[in-house]
């Protein structure tokens, strides 16, 4: 299969709008791939505190109706990244959206882990509660976003629901681009699978983006990095490895201790 991870610059100068065009012009020139990967929080701005409440949208609003639309164009499956998502009680959520290839919307996860350290999402945003994988004639795809990395218990479920192939959208900083670069790879290796983490670049609300999306497979070696211009990666791998490398290499047959968590779609 191929897939392509889009490493949209998100800067303070650009609106919304700019961005959707620009990102939906970039999903349709990738004809030919089986899915698109888009970062965190790329239209309203991961650190734009500020600007959430007036961008935010349900998951059936602007940003969800072009990246449906550009999805279909493409004939690849979209993991369109986050938005921020304000639901019917007026609670915010960073919400990532994957859209199969003809634009229905397939998957939708709520961000459990929320950065900010009492501050930031971790205030102004409601945390997700489920574990969500998605059927896909790709495999099955686990969803994950940005400062979800740092807890194995997430990644350790979403392979106990059968997941092959983990999408992590990021607008992580770059003063901690050693730890994004480490994590990756350990969340594919420890998992043995694919994991496609596409992080924003650019600088906004006062921070900024690491950029370096990364393809990994489930040996951990890096498929190919971006750096940190606004770029696509493109890489081709074969979702049949993962089985191999299970049957290789067995550590997951030999676990001993296992975790429960909730499972949602």
């Not at 991870?5 to 650009?14: E, P, T």
């Not at 961000?111 to 900010?116: A, E, L, M, P, S």
């Amino acid at each position: 299969m191929r897939a392509s991870l889009i490493q949209l610059s998100v800067d303070a100068a650009d609106s919304a709008d700019e961005r959707r065009h620009r990102a939906a012009s970039l999903v349709r020139g990738r004809s030919g791939d089986d899915l698109v990967v888009l970062p965190e929080l790329w239209t309203a701005g991961a650190w734009s505190y500020d600007r959430w409440g007036h961008d935010a949208e349900g998951v059936d609003g602007p940003t969800a109706e072009v990246m449906s639309a550009a999805a279909r164009a493409a004939g690849a499956w979209l993991h369109a990244g986050s938005i921020v998502e304000r639901d019917g009680d007026g609670t915010l959520y960073n919400t990532a959206l994957l859209f199969d290839r003809v634009g229905e919307l397939r998957g939708r996860y709520r961000k459990i882990h929320r950065y900010g350290f009492d501050s930031g999402e971790a205030v102004l945003m409601g945390g997700g509660r489920d574990i969500v994988t998605v059927p896909t004639d790709i495999g099955v795809i686990g969803l994950a976003v940005c400062y979800d990395l740092r807890f194995p218990e997430l990644f350790r479920g979403l392979l106990n629901a059968g997941a092959e192939l983990i999408v992590v959208p990021a607008a992580w900083p770059a003063a901690r681009l050693s730890h994004w670069q480490l994590l990756t790879r350990t969340r594919a290796l420890e998992e043995q699978v694919f994991l496609l983490a596409c992080c924003a670049t650019g600088t906004h609300g006062g921070m900024q983006q690491a950029g370096h999306s990364m393809a990994v497979d489930p040996w951990g070696t890096v498929l190919g990095e971006a750096r940190t211009a606004e770029e696509t990666v493109t890489v081709d791998f074969d979702m049949a490895q993962v089985a191999r490398i299970r049957s290789e290499l067995p550590v997951l047959r030999d676990r001993v201790l296992t975790i429960e968590a909730p499972v949602g779609r």
